[in-house]
Each structure stands twice: as C-alpha cells, then as structure tokens.
C-alpha cells in the first residue's frame, strides 16, 4: 500500500467513525427507550444494552388504560383539526398575500412572523382567558385553537413563499378559463402546492402532537388529555416509585406514528422545503 | 367572431402612463400584428383587451358590445401566453376541457369541442399526456388549443413562439397562418419578430412608447413608412439613413445634397420644408447599388456578409452613422478594404423632415 493509498483508507475510517458517533448520538435516547419499554419491570434497573427477552407488558399496561387510550384519540383530533385548519387558513392568507395586491401587505407579513416570535408562556395568561371566554376550557377545542395561533405564521410564510414562485402566466390562464380566485386556488394551485402543503402539515402535526404547555394548562380532567401530558401524569404504584417502563412504552407508542409519518413524506419535505431557495 | 373598436384608451400604472390616448381598429376576421420595441406597451395593450387589465380610461367595444368592465370570461377571448402557463398537474385534454367545464358544458359537448380542436391541431395521440411529457411545439399547440377550445370570439398571442428554436419556429408560423384560413377568427398577435409580423399580418400596428405610429398593411409599412421610426423599424436589414440638406423644392422634385453623394433629385414634395434644412434620406439596402469610385463618392466597404443567396456589403458612412449596408444577389464581386461609390435607386429613396415624418411624394410621380 502507498501513502496515497494510506492517506484515503484513513479518510474513509475516519469519515465511518464520524457517522457512527452522530448516529449513535442521534439514535441512542431513542433505542434505549425502545430497550427500556420492552423489558419487565423487575429487570428495569440492571443497565443493558441488548435485549435478553422481549416483554410486552408494559405496552398491555398502559393500553389497559382508559385515559391513555382516550389521551391518543384526543391528540389524533386536536392534532388533523390542527392541520386541517392550518392548511385551510394558510392556502387562503397566502393567495391573499402573494397573489393580490394590496395596501399594507408587508406590514402583514411582518406582524405574521412577529407573533410566531412570542413564546408561548408569555401568551399563556391572555390566551387562558381567550379560550374560557369562550367556553372551551378542558375541551380539545381550546387546544385546536391554541396551536393553530402558534402554527399559522409558519403555515403562511412557508405557503406564501411558494405560491409567489408559481408563475403568474398560469393564473391568468385561470382567469382566461373562466376560474374564480376560489376555482383557481383549489383546481390550480393546491395540486401543485402538495409538497409545501405537505411538508407544512407534517410540521404543523408534529408541534400539535408534541405540544406539552398548553396542553398541561388547558384541560383539566383525564379524559379531555392529549399524550404528551397523559405520559407526563402516569403514576406508579407508590409516590416514591416513577414507573418508567408504562412511560417508555407510551413514549414508543406515541412517536412511532410520528416517525411512519416523516417517512412517507420525507422526499416531499426535502422538496417543500428546498423551494423556496432555488427555482424549480 | 367579432371586430374590435378602441377609442382614446389609456393606461396607467400608478404615476406612469403606458398606453396614451390610442384608437384602433380591428376588423372581424383580421389578423391584427402588434410590434414596437420592448416596453412600448404591446403586452399591456393586449391585456387590456384580454380583460386582465382594467382600463383606466377610454372605451372598448367587440362587435357591438361595450366590454369596458367585463371580466375576461364574458368576453370571449381565448389568450395563448408566452411561456404557454399549461396546467402542469393536468393532461392535454383537461387543460383544454377546464375552460369548458368551467362554463359548464354537458359532458357530450365538452368531448366534441376538444377532439375537434384537437384534429384541427393534430394533438389526437397526446391527448392523455401531461405538459412535462411534451415538446416545446408540442406545449405551443396545447396552449393554443386551450385557447380555442371555447370558440372565443377573439384569440389573443402574446409572443407565442418566441420561446421555440427558429425551424420549429417557421413551422409554428406557418400552422398559425394556416389556422387563421381554416376559423376566419379575429386574431391579434404580439412579437417581436419582424418577419412573423409581416409573413401574418393583414395588418401591422407599430408601437412607439404606448402610441401608434402607423397602422397599415405590411406592404404599406415597407414601401410607404410614415415616419422614420416605421422605416426603421420594418425591414432586415434595417434602412439606411443618412443626413442630407434641402437645396431647392420644385413642382415634381426637389433637389437634396449628401455627403459624398453630390446632388440628388428626388420625387418628394418638399415645398413646405425651408431651403438648407436638415433631412434625412432613408434608402432600403436592396435600394442602393454599388459602383467604381468616383470623386468624392468613395466608401470604404468594412465587411461582407454572404448568406448563400444573398449578400450584405457593409460600408463605412461620411458622417459618423451607423454602417451603410448594400444589399443584392449572390454572389458578388465586392471585397473588404474595397472603396467603391454608392448609388441610390431615387424612386425607391425615402424622404424624413426635421420631426421624422416622411415626406409624401410628389403628385405627378405619385399618379404615375
Ligand atoms: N403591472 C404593472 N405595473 C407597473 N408597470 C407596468 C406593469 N406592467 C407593465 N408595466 C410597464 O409598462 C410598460 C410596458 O410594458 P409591456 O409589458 O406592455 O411592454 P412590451 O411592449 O410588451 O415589452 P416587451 O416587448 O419587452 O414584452 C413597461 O415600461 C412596464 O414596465
Ligand atoms: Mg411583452
């Protein structure tokens, strides 16, 4: 072997050693959560890091319970509600803002990413009250229109973006055909804004899915919960004793869909969010 | 079908006045060529009648319809745009089924409508592909069936073929002159290309920083420009201008000096003008011959372009213009460093008064 043969073998190694070090890095919480959700409970505190036997009694033990049950039927709906509703507000706002012309448009832009910019407890008393004025304490409706706040600015700014970039010719062919703003935002423009719609929505759905905060604050009875608070509140059999394997197992529960989900949608991510930097 | 009336339109955008105060005619069944140079308006115009503009003031009437404030699809326009704007997500016959659906239309017509439109244009065997999978004349002609699918009264182009290589570009010329023969539809057509403008036209309207500078025939914009502008404007090569000094204006003729030219009798009625005035000649390539020097006569020949059937001889002007061309048959005997002496055809010589206008002939030699 030459030098110059010596010199590429280490690169390689050395490139190899990275990726596993960011693999393991990235990937290791989450196996561990895996590993941790599958094993009995006697054996929780021994450190493995290979499963031995498999166990699936955590899993039956949380599913035997109503209000986790329940928590996931909740979250499903607050989160599509959540999407369904972005997505519907967003395609309309961004027709409005990257297609008509009018006065005060920037000025909207500018105060759509501003709100995005607040963190959420610094609205959390006002919008408290918001959401018991209007009757919808402890309800997922209260949710639904907690995170659509906070998923909107992202939803408009990302749609708005690509909607400037499709051609105006083709609007106006629209026009020429006849369409009106509606017939040409739905019949025109939403098949060919999948992939931001796509990539929006998954995000939109993952912030929804994930939310802990609101979530915590809002409901109040187990059975108007979302997961990620239905997790956090699981109890062990003592005060002293924090059950982590129902908790890994609901963990594991909860984010699998999420991964499926990125999955499916992962090249049209890339493609939604790479749009709005080169023309396509 | 329909004829086109515009009286005193005008545009504005904002602080600027695009399209200033302008008339025009379209007769039913034209084919009405809009040309100018770029920003002069030609787009706007035809957007104006399209509808996707609003008017800011003026009126417009099809046939007899006053259509100021109609939205474009009670107008009955069909647009073909540039960049053709294809539904991309749908296949050729939806793209041009969408209008039709739009206005609903029962099923049984819409398919009529589309297989005849498409036989006309011979799109039949792509009827299920989607834009993507075509060729540019291919996506031309989806465009332009889109655009007649709904039998519109008036088709508008707007530098439709500009986007093709030049053979596809000759053939699509001709299949859209074929195709106005075949409906007898009124047609107006923006571009930028001279030659489309004069091998389609039944008229030509000259724009010039959104007003009409001439509208005529192609062979009246030719032979008879208005104004040294149309004279430029119409032709490739481009006329030849060179400032020339009124001597005196007879009855029939009036007699101009040329630098190097020496004197020269013309048949333009230059009576009005005041003697030693400033003119301009303007001589069409094919119109000036070339000759052995003599005297002052001596042009230095600069280049020689030879185009297979023809040949364009470049000569360096007396007064710092632009290059002289000449222009005649293949082959020619004319060499680069030559000096040779230039000799107008007169009755083919154009004649420009101080404000560019031309000046008319004179009227025993217009009679004859
Ligand atoms: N929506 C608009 N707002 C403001 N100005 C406009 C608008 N559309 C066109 N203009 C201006 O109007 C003028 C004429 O534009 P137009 O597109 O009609 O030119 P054109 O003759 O078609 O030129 P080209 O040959 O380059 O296509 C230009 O100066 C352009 O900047
Ligand atoms: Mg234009």
């Excluded at chain 2, 001709?174 to 039944?202: C, F, K, P, W």
Aim: charged share 20%; aromatic share 8%; with cysteine.
């Amino acid at each position: 072997m030459n030098r110059y043969q010596q010199i590429k073998l280490a690169k390689q190694i050395g490139k190899w050693a990275l990726i596993a070090v960011i693999m393991v890095y990235a990937i290791f919480p989450f196996y561990y959560a895996v590993i941790t959700s599958l094993k009995p409970s006697s054996e929780l505190f021994q450190v493995d890091y290979w499963l031995s036997s498999v166990d699936f009694g955590n899993y039956a033990q949380i599913f035997s319970q109503k209000s986790f049950v329940q928590a996931i039927g909740n979250s499903i709906l607050v989160a599509i509600s959540v999407v369904f509703i972005a997505l519907l507000l967003g395609i309309t706002a961004s027709y409005a803002l990257g297609r008509v012309r009018f006065r005060g448009r920037t000025t909207v832009m500018l105060v759509v990413l501003g709100v995005s910019m607040f963190p959420q407890v610094a609205v959390l008393s006002g919008l408290f009250e918001v959401i018991r004025t209007l009757n919808l304490y402890n309800s997922p409706g209260g949710l639904i229109l907690s995170y659509t706040i906070f998923t909107l600015p992202f939803t408009v700014w990302v749609l708005t973006t690509f909607m400037r970039q499709l051609p105006m010719e083709l609007e106006e062919a629209a026009i020429m055909d006849g369409a009106t703003p509606w017939v040409t935002i739905t019949k025109v423009f939403l098949p060919l804004m999948w992939p931001a719609m796509a990539t929006t929505g998954l995000l939109a759905f993952i912030a929804a899915w994930n939310e802990f905060l609101f979530a915590l604050t809002f409901t109040l009875t187990d059975s108007e919960r979302t997961v990620p608070v239905a997790i956090a509140l699981i109890s062990g059999g003592s005060q002293h004793e924090l059950p982590w394997g129902p908790i890994m197992a609901a963990s594991v529960t909860v984010t699998v869909p999420l991964v499926i989900l990125v999955m499916i949608f992962q090249r049209r991510i890339v493609s939604g969010l790479t749009a709005g930097a080169v023309k396509g | 079908m329909a004829s086109v009336n515009l009286s005193k339109i005008n545009k504005v955008f904002g602080s600027t006045h695009i399209i200033k105060d302008l008339d025009l005619e379209v007769g039913d069944g034209e084919f009405v060529v809009f040309v100018g140079p770029s920003g002069c308006g030609k787009s706007t115009l035809l957007r104006l009648i399209a509808g996707l503009e609003s008017i800011t003031n003026g009126d417009m009437h099809f046939a007899n319809d006053l259509v100021n404030d109609l939205p474009p699809r009670e107008r009955g326009v069909g647009m073909v745009f540039q960049s053709y704007a294809l539904y991309p997500h749908m296949t050729v016959y939806e793209n041009m089924a969408f209008g039709l659906k739009l206005a609903k239309t029962d099923k049984q017509s819409i398919e009529q409508r589309v297989m005849d439109t498409a036989r006309i244009l011979q799109l039949e065997e792509l009827l299920h592909r989607k834009p993507k999978e075509l060729s540019g004349g291919q996506r031309q002609r989806v465009a332009m069936g889109r655009a007649m699918a709904r039998e519109p009264r008036i088709l508008l182009f707007d530098e439709p073929l500009s986007n093709l290589d030049a053979s596809l570009r000759v053939q699509m010329r001709n299949e859209i002159a074929r195709l106005h023969h075949r409906l007898g539809s009124t047609m107006i057509y923006v571009t930028h290309d001279q030659v489309e403008a004069m091998t389609l036209a039944d008229k030509i309207v000259v724009l010039r920083d959104g007003r009409i500078e001439q509208v005529g025939s192609p062979q009246t914009l030719y032979q008879q420009p208005a104004t040294r502008f149309v004279a430029g404007f119409i032709g490739s090569p481009t006329m030849n201008f060179m400032p020339v000094q009124l001597l005196g204006a007879e009855a029939e003729t009036c007699r101009v000096k040329a630098a190097g030219l020496g004197e020269l009798p013309l048949p333009q009625d230059a009576s009005g003008q005041p003697r030693g005035d400033e003119l301009t000649l303007g001589v069409r390539p094919e119109h000036l011959a070339l000759a052995e020097p003599r005297g002052d006569n001596r042009f230095e020949i600069v280049n020689v372009e030879y185009l297979g059937n023809e040949v364009y001889v470049y000569l360096e002007p007396k007064a710092g213009e632009a290059l002289l061309i000449h222009r005649s048959e293949a082959p020619s005997q004319w060499q680069v460093g030559q000096e040779v002496a230039l000799v107008p055809e007169l009755e083919h010589v154009h004649l420009f008064d101080a404000d560019d206008r031309a000046l008319p002939l004179a009227k025993a030699t217009a009679a004859a």
